[in-house]
């Protein structure tokens, strides 16, 4: 199957094939908020690694997926390597040490939730946080939870059918 930027996923039982809503508004998002430079990117739920990979293609050093799933993991290594991104995108079940530039996750509300710290805490000073999976009804209560982590800000809300994803640029400056 190919995606746009010409990513090539192998046939597995991995999420992340690139049809879903959800994954489809990460992979813009993944477009919209890669740096113009050199950058770090964190992809927890990473499934295919399709975003880790399309990271990877637009200008990552080091796109790390985060998955619970070996065998998705499996399938996302042997991805990295048909795209040509394996020196730069790698899978497993171990988090790295941050800071991460991007930091982008796909999963659903109680896995974000209880994951908030790890994820914020390898966020980088000016790094932009991804979360999606998420419907209309679980947006309030994520920004509830992510928001005093986040100095307060509000993140900007995209939409596509009933799934919501949520993004919050820090701020360069920490909050007082
Ligand atoms: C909806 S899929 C997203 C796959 C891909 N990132 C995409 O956007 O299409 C969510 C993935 O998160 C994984 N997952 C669920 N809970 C997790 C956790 N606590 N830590 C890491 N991965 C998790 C699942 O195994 C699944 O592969």
């Not at 959800?22 to 690694?49: E, I, K, Y």
């Not at 020196?87 to 982008?104: H, K, M, Q, S």
């Not at 928001?147 to 596509?160: K, T």
Request: proline share 6%; net charge neutral.
């Amino acid at each position: 199957m190919s995606l746009p930027e010409h990513i090539v996923l192998v046939p597995s039982a991995a999420f992340g094939d690139g049809r879903h809503p959800t994954t489809r508004m990460c992979l813009q998002a993944v477009r919209s908020f890669s740096p113009a430079v050199p950058f770090r990117m964190l992809d927890v739920g990473s499934g295919t690694g399709v975003l880790a990979i399309l990271g990877a293609k637009l200008g990552a050093s080091v796109a790390v997926g985060v998955e619970i799933d070996v065998e998705a993991n499996r399938a996302a290594t042997t991805n990295a390597v048909r795209n040509a991104v394996s020196d730069r995108a790698t899978f497993g079940t171990a988090w790295p040490d941050g800071p991460f530039d991007l930091v982008v996750a796909n999963i659903l509300r109680d896995p974000l939730l209880h994951l908030r710290g790890q994820m914020v805490a390898r966020l980088a000073r000016g790094g932009t946080l991804v979360l999606s999976g998420l419907t209309s009804t679980d947006v309030a209560f994520l920004v509830a939870a992510y928001a005093p982590l986040l100095g307060d800000a509000r993140p900007d809300i995209f939409a596509s059918e009933e799934w919501r994803t949520l993004v919050w640029r820090r701020a360069t400056v920490p909050s007082a």
